[in-house]
């Protein structure tokens, strides 16, 4: 017989944002607006990044070291309204993207979630070591 009260928690750990540092760099998953529920999925869009904003500068990072944004979208048809958000953010920026839209999403998840990707590598290191 399943534990429910563990499901439950379960559950609720995995709304949560996280961040997990990698052998490549630093990975925040799960970024989404804390309050949803009647907010547009642009200022959703807007809060998400505000959050990694602040988890990424607790590692000494910032939305410009971002390589890869993974973005799950449960509102397909009000998503273009995030496409000033995203060039305010990474107006300088360029990370590769990729949208993964999540169809029959419940009402009582957010419209928009993150997946951010930082990178890096030693400065110092050269071209040659790069490659291989």
């Known amino acids: ?42 200022d959703q869009c807007r809060a998400a990044f505000e959050q990694g904003e602040a988890l990424l500068k607790e590692y000494g990072f910032t939305l410009r070291d971002v390589t890869q944004l993974v973005c799950l979208i449960a509102d397909a048809d009000n998503f273009p309204a995030c496409f000033p958000v995203f060039r305010q ?19 009582s998840a957010p419209g928009v979630t993150f997946d951010l990707l930082v990178t890096h590598y030693d400065e ?8 291989a």
Not at 19 to 30: A, E, H, I, P
């Open 124 to 131: 110092d290191m050269g071209d040659a070591e790069l490659a």
């Open 1 to 42: 017989m399943k534990n429910r009260k563990n499901e439950r928690n379960s559950r609720q750990a995995s709304t949560a944002p996280r961040v997990c540092q990698t052998v490549d760099g630093l990975l925040l998953k799960n970024l989404h607006a804390a309050e949803f529920k009647g907010v547009d999925v642009a």
């Open 89 to 107: 953010y990474f107006g300088e920026a360029s990370p590769a993207m990729r949208l993964i839209w999540l169809k029959n999403t419940p009402r």
